[in-house]
T-cell receptor, first 112, second 112 residues
Framework: AQSVTQPDIHITVSEGASLELRCNYSYGATPYLFWYVQSPGQGLQLLLKYFSGDTLVQGIKGFEAEFKRSQSSFNLRKPSVHWSDAAEYFCAVGAGGNQFYFGTGTSLTVIP | DTAVSQTPKYLVTQMGNDKSIKCEQNLGHDTMYWYKQDSKKFLKIMFSYNNKELIINETVPNRFSPKSPDKAHLNLHINSLELGDSAVYFC???????????FGNGTRLTVT
């Protein structure tokens, strides 16, 4: 069965520090992978997506993610976090037929 | 211009009432969705329509009834509201297949 796991419920980082949010997926075929960000009171906004090709994908707001098939992972990274990055982050896998599976989210707190 | 807009943003009502949430997208997408986000931020698909045709109908009480008058609109009607229906409801749209979802800003429903 398809599933997405985000092991970290909550992460706190200092402003300017690097960030890595973990995502593991379970899917039988080649996955379509996404990261979304949700700011308080807002809907989810697409940060980046992986469909095929280069396994390191660049997204908006300075985020990148690396697809590692051998580890079934799609971790999100940012070299230097800004206070405005504080939000909820969701990893998702597209399973075809307009069916998407979301992780339970990682809440990011940024301290000055 | 707002891509996916849903109204109202907040909805407070009493148990047993009937309420509707409206959603419109101006992206020309073929597929629209309703997701429910609970208090723990978990996102659960409820319904999906492709070109006015229901394609995903998850295990949702039949008190919830979606209606799509055209491919740009997907409304959600809820009968006999219960306390457990309190959540944030997100409308989203996408092109076919695994194209990324575009979300509205959500409707926070509170049932008292």
């Amino acid at each position: 069965a398809q599933s997405v796991t985000q092991p970290d419920i909550h992460i706190t980082v200092s402003e300017g520090a690097s960030l890595e949010l973990r995502c593991n997926y379970s899917y039988g075929a080649t996955p379509y992978l996404f990261w979304y960000v949700q700011s308080p009171g807002q809907g989810l906004q697409l940060l980046l997506k992986y469909f095929s090709g280069d396994t390191l994908v660049q997204g908006i707001k300075g985020f990148e993610a690396e697809f590692k098939r051998s580890q079934s992972s799609f971790n999100l990274r940012k070299p230097s976090v800004h206070w405005s990055d504080a939000a909820e982050y969701f990893c998702a896998v597209g399973a075809g037929g307009n069916q998407f599976y979301f992780g339970t989210g990682t809440s990011l707190t940024v301290i000055p | 211009d707002t891509a996916v807009s849903q109204t109202p943003k907040y909805l407070v009502t009493q148990m047993g009432n009937d309420k509707s949430i409206k959603c419109e997208q101006n992206l020309g997408h073929d597929t629209m969705y309703w997701y429910k986000q609970d208090s723990k931020k978990f996102l659960k698909i409820m319904f999906s329509y492709n070109n006015k045709e229901l394609i995903i109908n998850e295990t949702v009480p039949n008190r919830f009834s979606p209606k799509s008058p055209d491919k740009a609109h997907l409304n959600l009607h809820i009968n006999s509201l219960e306390l457990g229906d309190s959540a944030v409801y997100f409308c989203a749209s996408s092109q076919k297949g695994n194209s990324p979802l575009h979300f509205g800003n959500g409707t926070r429903l509170t049932v008292t």
